[in-house]
């Protein structure tokens, strides 16, 4: 499913934003754009959620739930019921937003290519 694939590259794009600088050629051009997609954060962290849930079987779809949460940390109180717990869950995650992002990317983009 090639959507899930690209939802979980732009999810990857926009935790590892801080870190993309360091590609070499291209590494600077990555983080304008993942800054820029960070403006749309609340956005992908939902498809990426929603995607992740309807695909969980897969490396692609566990992944995409992570990334979602991460995204999603901030508004994730909201939920009535579990909520609050998830929205716990979700900044504990968010110390490793970067590295979460960094395998997100990667293994969106392997999926993409049809490696994964």
Known sequence: MAILELVNILAGLVLAAGALS?????GKSLEKMGKFL??????????ALVLGILNFAGLQ???AIIAGLVLLAGVLHVIPGIGKSLGNFAKKLGAFQTTIGIIVLIVGILGLLGVL
């Open 22 to 26: 360091a590609v070499p050629t291209f």
């Open 38 to 47: 960070g403006g749309f954060q609340v956005i992908i962290g939902i498809f």
């Open 61 to 63: 779809g566990i992944l």
